[in-house]
């Protein structure tokens, strides 16, 4: 029986000697309450909207004629034509890709661009905090 409470009291002394403190956060609440993150975040919507109707319209142009030269190419068309109007196609679909492509990086950049400084001010705060308070 000694023998059990003398390794309990060993077991839980070293416990209470390291009592920490301990506070948890959600960085999306902090963030989003946040006048500056509403702004960005604005922004960065808009930007959205101005890239997918970048390619919405390159779409509806490559759909447009591909439709327009399926009904000009018959049988009759010659072979020199046909292939142009398939390169031609295919050249629009390339920028398409390419456009979209460009469109994606260009937005996590810019996204992060927006949204670096203001995580960066939330941690700064947090680490602030956590050292005033003791905190792990």
Do not use: W
């Not at 004629?65 to 399926?70: F, L, S, T």
């Not at 049988?75 to 679909?93: F, G, K, V, W």
């Amino acid at each position: 029986m000694f023998k059990k409470l003398l390794l309990l009291v060993l077991f839980v002394a070293p416990l209470s000697l390291c009592a920490q403190k301990f506070a948890h956060f959600d960085y999306g609440t902090i963030m989003q309450a946040m006048p500056e993150f509403k702004t960005a975040q604005a922004s960065i919507e808009a930007l959205g909207k101005q890239y997918q109707s970048e390619i919405e319209g390159m779409q509806k142009e490559l759909q447009t004629k591909a439709e327009k030269y399926q009904k000009e190419d018959t049988d009759a068309t010659p072979a020199n034509i046909r292939e142009r109007h398939q390169q031609e196609l295919q050249d629009m679909y390339q920028r398409l890709q390419q456009a979209q492509q460009d469109n994606s990086e260009k937005f996590q950049q810019e996204q992060q661009k927006k949204m670096q400084p203001i995580m960066q001010k939330v941690m700064n705060v947090v680490n602030t905090v956590a050292q005033e308070g003791g905190y792990v």
